[in-house]
């Protein structure tokens, strides 16, 4: 998915989306940065055109790890869930009681 797609599934608006993956999710995202950077870096990408067929490859490199977990595990990596919106309506709460 696109950054776009993927905010849009977790039923995201204007929050950072990082703030809301759990730590699979971070770590595959982690994993095609590192990748397209390292080919990237292996391949001396120049311009845009260059950099964008390497981003597909980095890409491609987190999209087969996280298949591959998701085929051993049974489960799959990306969820809806929010990790902002529970603290937050604990928080709320918190000062609700405390008045």
Known sequence: ??????????????????????????????LGEASTTRIA?????????ENKEVAKQGGTVAGVARKELEQRSGETVSTT????????????LEDKNKK
């Open 1 to 30: 998915m696109t950054p776009s797609e993927y905010k849009k599934f977790k039923g995201l608006k204007k929050e950072n989306l990082r703030d809301h993956m759990d730590d699979l999710e971070l770590i595959f995202t982690m």
């Open 41 to 49: 870096r292996k391949k001396d990408a120049k311009g845009f055109i």
């Open 81 to 92: 869930e929010n990790y902002l919106f529970e603290p937050e309506k604990k928080k709320k």
